[in-house]
């Protein structure tokens, strides 16, 4: 059974950092994609960004409201996924969910809360 | 970025109505990539359909997808109490994925 939980979410002030983390069980971490998404306080859905698998060197791609602030790493072997968030902000403060692409199939998280306030 | 937008913003209808979700893409897919999802407040997104209009596993049949180029449908056959809800679009082929705005399905 395919599991993934969040962690690492909190307060953080303005101009902080973060860093959440998402162990995985239940299927190859190296051979999937990885995303991020986060839905913020009555808003809706928004994708932050995606690592792509080992066949395709790990590539990134992110969401422009995040692009240089936010990094996304994976430590195979020990089957977590992280999200450096750096240079926050307080339209950041939202849930983050993880999000696994198996066979065209999204698995996603419970999602961790992180709050970006003074 | 290809940009999703979802009509209409509100659905107001009645248990055992049906209800049509529109999904337009700023441009055609060049892939089958197109999912939905329900949301409930404190709640992670519950994936529907994948793949355009494949069920998740769990998802009763009266949730079905359909659709392909730029033009995506979600149809609730018999709308049960427990499916007022919001629900999201999401194209998630490389490099890059983008969600819809949602639609509220309420009770009329």
């Known amino acids: 059974e395919v599991q993934l939980v969040e962690s690492g979410g909190g307060l953080v002030q303005p101009g902080g950092s973060l860093r959440l983390s998402c162990a995985t069980s239940?299927?190859?971490?190296?051979?999937?994609?990885m995303d991020w998404a986060r839905q913020a306080p009555g808003k809706g859905l928004e994708w932050v960004g995606r690592?792509?698998?080992?066949?395709?060197?790990?590539?990134?791609e992110y969401a422009a409201s995040v692009q240089g602030r936010f990094t996304i790493s994976r430590d195979d072997p020990n089957d977590s996924l992280h999200l450096q968030m750096n240079s926050l902000q307080t339209d950041d403060t939202a849930v983050y969910y993880c999000?696994?692409?198996?066979?065209?199939?999204?698995?996603w998280g419970q999602g961790t809360l992180v709050t970006v306030s003074s | 970025e290809i940009v999703l937008t979802q009509s209409p913003g509100t659905l107001s209808l009645s248990p055992g109505e049906r209800a049509t979700l529109s999904c337009r893409a700023s441009e055609s897919l060049s892939h089958p990539f197109l999912a939905w999802y329900q949301l409930k407040p404190g709640q992670a997104p519950r994936l529907l359909i994948y793949t355009v209009s494949s069920r998740a596993t769990g998802i009763p049949d009266r949730f079905s997808g359909r659709g392909s180029g730029a033009d995506f449908t979600l149809t609730i056959s018999r709308l049960e109490p427990e499916d007022f809800a919001v629900y999201y679009c999401q194209q998630y082929g490389s490099p890059s994925a983008t969600f819809g705005q949602g639609t509220k399905v309420e009770i009329k």
């Open positions: 239940g299927f190859t971490l190296s051979d999937h994609d």
């Open positions: 999000v696994a692409w198996i066979r065209s199939y999204g698995h």
């Open positions: 690592n792509k698998n080992k066949g395709n060197d790990y590539r990134t």
